[in-house]
């Protein structure tokens, strides 16, 4: 297993997102939105249970509950490990999907963001990047192809793809999007 490399992998996510969010949040026209330091997140893999927490909401839904391996090659055909929590601070969790034979080169992540106090719609609109396209079953998405990564907002939670090393177009993407979406 990786292990910190996996995590800073993950942390380097979290960190485009804190950068990206603290950009935003500068601007009078949006709402404040805390950042992500990630710094302040543990690199250790989390147990599942550990990164579902005590929420019963979250019970049994946790962020690598969104897609399972399974799903994942029959739509990349590339072989990856089953989920690891690779953290969780205040609204952000993280989950990633090593590739089996190259896993410090291929991966795939995703996060799950929410916040109370800000509405999903405002929150999308301030940390999502890219050209607009759409997910059965999600309200709004944007695909970025420079990052390799899709965001996605299903009612008041954004979600963020990224696949890292692997050859794929943005079908690819919406399809495994639409399972997160149909997981949440």
Do not use: Y
Not at 1 to 30: F, K, Y
Not at 46 to 70: I, K, M
Not at 118 to 123: A, H, N
Not at 151 to 174: H, I, N, P
């Amino acid at each position: 297993m990786p292990g910190p490399v996996t995590a800073s992998s993950a942390l380097s996510l979290l960190g485009a997102t804190a950068v990206g969010g603290s950009l935003v949040a500068c601007s009078a026209e949006e709402p404040e939105i805390d950042t992500v330091d990630p710094n302040d997140l543990d690199p250790e893999i989390l147990e599942p249970e550990e990164a579902r927490g005590g929420d019963p909401q979250r019970q049994g839904r946790g962020v690598c509950d969104l897609l399972s391996g399974d799903e994942i090659e029959s739509v990349l055909t590339d072989p990856v490990a089953e989920g690891q929590a690779i953290g969780e601070l205040g609204e952000v969790e993280a989950c990633q999907w090593p590739h089996r034979q190259h896993d410090k080169s291929q991966d795939v992540q995703v996060l799950r963001i929410r916040d109370g106090e800000i509405p999903g719609e405002e929150l999308f609109a301030s940390i999502a990047h890219g050209e607009a396209t759409q997910v059965p079953g999600g309200e709004e998405a944007a695909f970025n192809e420079n990052t390799q990564s899709l965001w996605v907002r299903s009612q008041e939670t954004v979600l963020q793809l990224q696949l890292s090393g692997f050859d794929a177009e943005e079908e690819a993407f919406v399809e495994l999007a639409e399972v997160m979406v149909e997981n949440h």
